[in-house]
């Protein structure tokens, strides 16, 4: 999990928690991350009042986005 995503920077890569995310994501995307989890950062999006997420693209170039409660960061 991502605790202060004003430390990332745009290019970073990212690691998708599959877990996180398998309830709300459609089956061929989530087929997509199990294959390669890691994603990069591309930007930021407001969700609501006081959360932003995290636009990344996929391996296969497709660009989604998540909270940073389903994404951390590789070391």
């Given at each position: 999990?991502?605790?202060?995503?004003?430390?990332l920077q745009k290019g970073q890569l990212l690691r998708v928690?599959?877990?996180e995310v398998k309830d709300r994501?459609?089956?061929n995307?989530?087929?997509?991350?199990?294959?390669e989890p890691i994603v990069e950062l591309?930007?930021?999006k407001m969700v609501d009042g006081n959360e932003f997420g995290l636009?990344?693209?996929l391996n296969n170039g497709e660009?989604?986005?998540f909270f940073e409660k389903?994404?951390?960061?590789?070391?």
């Open positions: 999990m991502i605790r202060d995503s004003s430390t928690e599959i877990n994501l459609p089956q995307i989530l087929e997509d991350i199990r294959k591309v930007g930021y636009v990344v693209k660009i989604n986005w389903e994404l951390s960061e590789i070391m």
